[in-house]
Structures are given as C-alpha cells and as structure tokens.
C-alpha cells in the first residue's frame, strides 16, 4: 500500500481564501484523523471518523473549520475564510482496530495564510 | 483533563550513548500509550504502543515501558546513531468508552552527533 495520502503538499494563500486540504487513508482503515501541528501547541486532533461518520470534532477550533468523508477512501478539511493563525501543518492518519490502532500518518500538508 | 508532558525537550548525545526519553502524564486512567518518530519535514511513525496492562515492549534497539501508576514511561535507545536523529513524541489515549482521541505530549528533539 502507499501509505495515506494527502495533498496538496504546500499551499501558500491569502487570508480570506478558502482552503481544501485532502486525505486518501490506507485501504482498508475504518478511521481517520485530521491533526493539526504548530511549534506552540504541538500536535492537535481536530476531528476524527469512523467508518466514515464523525465521532469527535471537539478539537474543531471554530465554525470556520469543516471536515467531511464522504467515501472510506477520502476526506476533506476545508477552512473558510482562513486567517493567518490556521498556518500550520496538517496530518492526516488513518487506522484499523484489527492492527492495535496504531496510526499511520501522511506526509502532511504544510499551510501558510499571508 | 489529562496533559502530557515530556522531558527534555531535546537532546544532544555522541553516538554510541545509550539514552532515556521521559513521557509523564496526569491522569493514569489511559488505555495505551504510543512513541511515535518524527523526522524533520515528514508525518508520524509509530515506534510502540503499550497497553495499559502491559508494562513494557521492545523492538530491536527500542525498550519502552509503562508505570500507570505513577504516570510515566520512558523511552530507551540502546546504543545510539546518528539515523535516530529525529523528535520523538509520546501520545496517551484514555479508557473513556470507544474514544479513539490521542493526548499528545510536545516532543524530545534528539540529536545523536558521530
């Protein structure tokens, strides 16, 4: 398998745009999780699925932020409008409670807002 | 509410040392606990998970163990080189139900020098 996907790699916008981060899990993995990371806070989960249904989206920081899985082989996080606070690097991780749920992240997609 | 903490926040050594991580937490309620890696630029590898019934595990040069009790676990490397350059970060999740969501402490940056 390659691993979880994400894309797009980087991305460098304008405060006000919209932002489309995307995830493709492992196959076969019943979750997924979207993480953010900074130098400040560390590592934050802001939501994550299960067999594609939100469980928990306490992490979401505000109205801004969404996230859908609309199929088990991809998601989306979606910020709009974005500010330049949301720079950061986001991971995607996805696991199966078959393999002691051991995440397997993604790359990561690093996010600048100017 | 359940923080993890982590000491030191980095780490110089010559290779060759053999060296301790400490990852402690608050609440000793936890199901598992995992070590992950992370290398400069890239996503989250997962190093060990450790049950909460379990107090230790071992993968090659990696010895993690687990004193719920007293809230802590630590991370040894036996024999150190360069290659385990990297943050090492240690992520607990609580025994509250079906919850999936991982607590993540910020991180020991290691440097093992030639």
């Known amino acids: 398998d390659a691993g979880v996907i994400q894309s797009p790699r980087h991305e460098v916008t304008e405060m006000g745009q919209e932002v489309t981060l995307r995830c493709k899990p492992i196959?076969?993995?019943?979750?997924l999780f979207w993480y953010r990371q900074t130098m400040m806070r560390g590592l934050e989960l802001l939501i994550y699925f299960n067999n594609n249904v939100p469980i928990d989206d306490s992490g979401m920081p505000e109205d801004r932020f969404s996230a859908k899985m609309p199929n088990a082989s991809f998601s989306t996080l979606k910020i709009q409008p974005s500010e330049p606070r949301d720079s950061a690097v986001y991971f995607c991780?996805?696991?199966?409670?078959?393999?002691?749920?051991?995440?397997?992240f993604g790359p990561g997609t690093r996010l600048l807002v100017l | 509410k359940q923080e993890v903490t982590q000491i030191p926040a980095a780490l110089s050594v010559p290779e060759g040392e053999n060296l301790v991580l400490n990852c402690s937490f608050t609440?000793?309620?936890?199901?598992?606990l995992q070590w992950f890696r992370q290398d400069p630029g890239k996503g989250l590898t997962s190093l060990l998970l450790i049950q909460s019934s379990q107090r230790e595990q071992t993968s090659g040069r990696l010895n993690a163990s687990l004193d719920k009790s007293s809230g802590r676990s630590t991370l040894y490397i036996a024999a150190s080189q360069p290659g385990d350059s990297a943050t090492y970060l240690c992520a607990v999740r609580g025994n509250a139900g079906n919850n999936r969501k991982l607590i993540w402490g910020l991180g020991t940056s290691l440097a093992v020098n030639p």
């Open positions: 609440d000793s309620a936890i199901y598992n």
């Open positions: 196959s076969g993995h019943d979750y």
């Open positions: 991780a996805s696991s199966s409670r078959q393999y002691q749920e051991t995440q397997y």
